[in-house]
């Protein structure tokens, strides 16, 4: 069974870019996962952010993010990141990877059996 972790959050100003990675805890690959990005501000719903399928090649975004974040397979690393550029501060949240064994590039977060325990991205105005 995967156990998801997700690293690479932090402070950065507006305009900034962060990387945050997504991986299983034993260093095994995600190769057999289609795997989602949400976040959660404080006081808000958790939200799609980003999805990627199995092949890497077929990805899905919110609007709110879309030009602007960028999630990948890294099969070097054994990761799925998410690149994001030109950050704001209401992408200020918690951000989470999950994971569906096979399947798509999945928005809903209903259809995600696995979950990292969320990487916290601040953006200072």
């Known amino acids: 069974q995967v156990q998801l972790i997700e690293s690479g959050g932090g402070l950065v100003q507006t305009g900034g870019s962060l990387r945050v990675s997504c991986a299983d805890s034993?260093?095994?690959?995600?190769?057999?996962?289609?795997v989602g990005w949400f976040r959660q501000a404080p006081g808000k719903e958790r939200e799609f952010i980003a999805s990627i399928d199995l092949s890497g090649r077929n990805t899905r975004y919110a609007d709110s993010v879309k030009g602007r974040f960028t999630i990948s397979r890294q099969n070097a690393k054994n990761t799925v990141d998410l690149q994001m550029n030109s950050l704001k501060p209401e992408d200020t949240a918690v951000y989470y990877c999950a994971g569906v064994l096979f399947g798509g590039a999945q928005i809903s977060s209903s259809l995600y059996s696995y979950w990292g325990p969320g990487t916290q991205v601040t953006v200072s105005s």
């Open positions: 034993s260093g095994r690959p995600l190769v057999t996962y289609s």
